[in-house]
């Protein structure tokens, strides 16, 4: 037998247990382990991580085992095939030893990794027109259209490392509304598509329940088995994971803040919607070769705590664009370049808040941006005010009130200056302060050793007009 005379026995067998045929990835570790690779070697030539590609032998032995009554597992499996365990027939793969008589593997199994990948390159040279590339199945029919994109290299290498090299099942998108947690996520999948079955965007801006959602996600995956939906939710999230593990999917959640209470403090969630966090918990801890997004201007509280378990969990946040923003003053034919940077500055490199800004020096300085920045205040257009205000009524009275001696003062607080001037307990204090900065609304200045609290500047002009 030669290796793909070996892999169609696989595939046999596992398609007679699950009804699917042998990944890329399933067949890569079949013909590694044939010959001699480990799975440092075989996640290497396929650009995935050690640990995934680990994860992804264990649940192919373990089918295996099952169809054929016996243990099998990496250091066994070549030893099965040559003591004749294995053998075909017409119909079927058929998994047991009749005659008792050894199978000699070709020779062409004793070749090391490097060889076959050299000749697997020399295959696909030769075949090139014949190959085509993977194309999984998209549904973007929530998402917003993008039509510019503003360089954000480094997030882009940092989210396709996270998810196809280091295997991360969930992450957490965070920043101001603005800042374009949209944008990179939509346009990270063009980057990593071909690493997927199944690539799936859902806005939550109508806060649906777990239930509407996990029957909005299967929705996709029974329409094309031809099967009828759970009822129950248990059996929804069980079903969601089964699919998760079977196909390598990318989900993005976006605006999960429409799930928390406004008026309380951050990352709370509204009644009703309190098992999203089992979901994110699970999402994280059970084992599944697919990844989750999740976009928000708040960081859900249960994320730390999954976090801290070291489980595949990571957090981006999304600060300024930098120098990148200077290219929506291009495109908006904005004068005076060697000014701009003020401009970022000013409006925290903030892409919406960026071209709302340019739009109003196009149409009242005639795009002279220095007889704009004649004003020594920030300017609040009116757009960007409402912006602001969508922030702002998400804060719980003891966050308004927090923001407000921040913003009238000055003056920079530390804890005790805060303590006394806001009659808060220290409790309550270090709570609200907390909140306040994982809403991107108050950061943290060190000063002699000692930590104060500056409120977000335009939100503070903002509060400073109220």
Wanted: aromatic fraction near 10%; include cysteine; hydrophobic fraction near 35%.
């Amino acid at each position: 037998m030669d290796i793909e005379e070996v892999l169609e026995l696989a595939d046999n067998l596992i398609f007679t247990k699950t009804g699917k045929h042998l990944d890329h990835l399933q067949q890569a570790i079949l013909r590694g382990t044939i010959q001699n690779c480990t799975y440092s070697e075989i996640a290497e030539d396929h650009y995935a991580s050690e640990s995934h590609v680990k994860w992804v032998g264990s649940e192919l032995w373990k089918m295996i085992s099952e169809e054929l009554g016996e243990t099998v597992k990496k250091s066994n499996f070549r030893a099965i095939f040559e003591k004749g365990r294995i053998y075909k027939n017409h119909q079927s793969a058929i998994v047991k030893n009749i005659t008792g008589e050894n199978v000699t593997v070709n020779n062409h199994l004793n070749v090391s990794c490097k060889t076959a990948k050299a000749q697997q390159q020399n295959k696909s040279n030769l075949n090139d027109s014949e190959i085509t590339p993977n194309q999984p199945y998209v549904d973007l029919n929530d998402a917003p259209k993008i039509t510019k994109f503003y360089d954000r290299t480094q997030e882009l290498s940092t989210l396709e490392k996270w998810i196809i090299e280091d295997g991360v099942q969930l992450i957490t998108l965070l920043g101001l509304i603005g800042i374009g947690k949209t944008t990179l996520s939509l346009h990270l999948i063009d980057e990593i598509k071909s690493n997927f079955d199944y690539i799936i965007y859902r806005s939550l801006s109508f806060a649906p329940t777990l239930d509407e959602t996990l029957t909005n996600l299967l929705e996709i995956f029974c329409n094309q088995d031809k099967i009828e939906i759970p009822l129950k939710l248990e059996t929804k999230l069980s079903q969601l994971f089964n699919y998760l593990r079977q196909y390598r999917c990318l989900i993005i959640l976006d605006d999960i803040q429409m799930l928390f209470f406004e008026g309380q403090l951050a990352g709370h969630y509204q009644s009703g919607y309190g098992n999203y966090q089992l979901f994110y918990k699970k999402i994280a801890e059970v084992c599944h070769q697919s990844c989750v997004i999740l976009n928000s201007w708040e960081k859900p509280r249960e994320i730390e705590k999954i976090e801290f378990e070291n489980l595949p969990v990571r957090t981006l946040i999304l600060g300024s664009l930098g120098l990148a923003a200077q290219n929506i003053f291009r495109d908006k034919n904005l004068s005076n370049p060697e000014t701009w940077d003020i401009l970022i500055n000013t409006y925290q490199g903030n892409p919406l808040w960026l071209g709302m800004i340019a739009t109003l020096i196009q149409e009242l300085f005639n795009s002279r941006v220095t007889e704009f920045l004649y004003y020594d205040e920030p300017i609040l257009c009116d757009s960007l005010q409402e912006q602001l205000k969508l922030h702002f009524q998400r804060l719980s009275p003891q966050e308004k009130m927090l923001i407000t001696v921040l913003s009238n003062s000055p003056e920079i607080f530390n804890l005790q200056s805060l303590s006394t001037q806001t009659k808060l307990s220290n409790s309550d204090l270090l709570n609200t302060i907390q909140s306040l900065i994982r809403r991107f609304l108050v950061a943290r200045e060190e000063k002699d050793n000692m930590t104060f609290f500056i409120v977000n500047p335009l939100l503070k002009e903002y509060v400073k007009r109220l």
